[in-house]
């Protein structure tokens, strides 16, 4: 099975994935964007937000390259091709690149048996020294990630409900369904 997880930072994509993963046996896919920050030399946010342009498309774009690469096989990943969509806009890149990068992550979601989409649930985001800790950023992430989901995955998507302690169950239910 190939499952990614959607929704913005914060929401709890990688407690869940770590959950599913263990249910599941699936090879997890895990920080990608944290990874190539850090072979970039970044360790915070506000790093990349202060990076020129050009940084931050080759940033934006090496993780989504080395997403795609990931998802090679069977797995269970705390992002899908759509968030380094998502991100991508949000860091302001160029419109054009946002359009092919979208025809070609549509294109992908072929690939996927599942997309679960994670809601911002109530509460505060954790700030873990690296992810965005504003809400406006969170939610304009949410709400672009959805349109990008309803409009261009060519794949199931389940949409979690906000209360967090039903995603286990509720994901869980969604992938034995597809198996």
Not at 120 to 147: H, M, W
Not at 150 to 161: E, T
Request: aromatic share 10%; charged share 25%.
């Amino acid at each position: 099975m190939r499952i990614g997880i959607s929704g913005a930072h914060g929401v709890g994509k990688t407690t869940l994935a770590r959950k599913l993963q263990r249910i599941t046996k699936l090879h997890r896919i895990h920080e990608v964007a944290r990874t190539v920050a850090a072979e970039m030399g970044f360790t915070d946010n506000d790093q990349i937000m202060a990076a020129d342009r050009e940084t931050v498309r080759i940033f934006q774009q090496r993780i989504y390259y080395r997403q795609l690469w990931a998802e090679e096989n069977e797995f269970i990943s705390d992002r899908t091709v759509f968030d380094v969509i998502a991100y991508m806009r949000l860091y302001g890149l160029d419109q054009g690149l946002i359009i092919d990068f979208t025809r070609h992550a549509a294109q992908h979601s072929k690939e996927y048996d599942l997309i679960i989409f994670c809601p911002i649930p109530t509460g505060e985001i954790k700030n873990d020294g690296f992810r965005l800790t504003d809400i406006v950023s969170q939610a304009y992430i949410d709400s672009y990630l959805k349109d990008l989901l309803i409009n261009h995955a060519q794949c199931p998507v389940v949409y979690l409900p906000k209360d967090r302690k039903a995603w286990l169950a509720s994901a869980y239910h969604q992938i034995r369904g597809k198996s």
